[in-house]
Nanobody, 122 residues
C-alpha cells in the first residue's frame, strides 16, 4: 500500500509560482509512475502531469505546458510539481497519484493523496 501526502498549496496572485510536493510512505516510489491531477469546483478531475518511474519521460496537459514541471527524487521518495506563471484557471484541488504502470488517465492510478488547494486570484 502506498500512502501519498501533498503539500505546498496556497493562495497566490496571477503570475506567481508555487511548488507542490508529494511525499510517499509505505512503499518506495522507485517503481511507480506518478501523476498530478486537479479538480476545480463543478468540474471533473483532469490530468495535469505525469512522470515515469525513472523520470526519463513526462507528459503534460496542453494548458500547462511550458509553465509546469514535474520531477521526482526517488531517493527521497518525493514527487514535485513546479508551477510558474499561474493563472486563475489553475485554481483547483491538486492530487498526487501513483501507479505501477504509467498513463494520463485517472483510471490507471490506484493510489491517491488527499489533495492540496491551489487558489490563484486575478
Amino acid at each position: 500500500q502506498v500512502q501519498l501526502v501533498e503539500s505546498g498549496g496556497g493562495l497566490v496572485q496571477a503570475g506567481a509560482s508555487l511548488r507542490l510536493s508529494c511525499a510517499a510512505s509505505g512503499r518506495t516510489l522507485s517503481y511507480y509512475g506518478m501523476g498530478w491531477f486537479r479538480q476545480a469546483p463543478g468540474k471533473e478531475r483532469e490530468f495535469v502531469a505525469a512522470i515515469t518511474w525513472s523520470g526519463d519521460s513526462t507528459d503534460y496537459v496542453d494548458s500547462v505546458k511550458g509553465r509546469f514541471t514535474i520531477s521526482r527524487d526517488n531517493a527521497k521518495n518525493t514527487v514535485t510539481l513546479q508551477m510558474i506563471s499561474l493563472k486563475p484557471e489553475d485554481t483547483a484541488v491538486y492530487y498526487c497519484a501513483a501507479t505501477r504502470y504509467y498513463g494520463t488517465s485517472a483510471s490507471v492510478y490506484p493510489y491517491w493523496g488527499q489533495g492540496t488547494q491551489v487558489t490563484v486570484s486575478s
